[in-house]
């Protein structure tokens, strides 16, 4: 899965980042990955509408 890539390689950026701001937007991007793959999965199991109810 390309969104399970993106958040390895956001987790390996923010191992490597040394400037504080760099590492907050690091950090935020990979929240925002991670939440994605959750709703992803969430969806895949039947958990979640991917449409929205109206």
């Known amino acids: 899965m390309a ?3 993106h958040i390895e390689e956001l987790r ?3 191992r490597n980042a040394v400037d504080g701001a760099e ?13 994605e793959l959750a709703i ?4 895949m199991h039947g958990l979640a509408e991917a449409e929205p109810p109206f």
């Open 3 to 5: 969104i399970e890539q």
């Open 12 to 14: 390996a950026e923010l």
């Open 40 to 43: 992803a999965t969430a969806e």
């Open 23 to 35: 590492r907050r937007q690091i950090q935020a991007e990979l929240e925002v990955a991670q939440a």
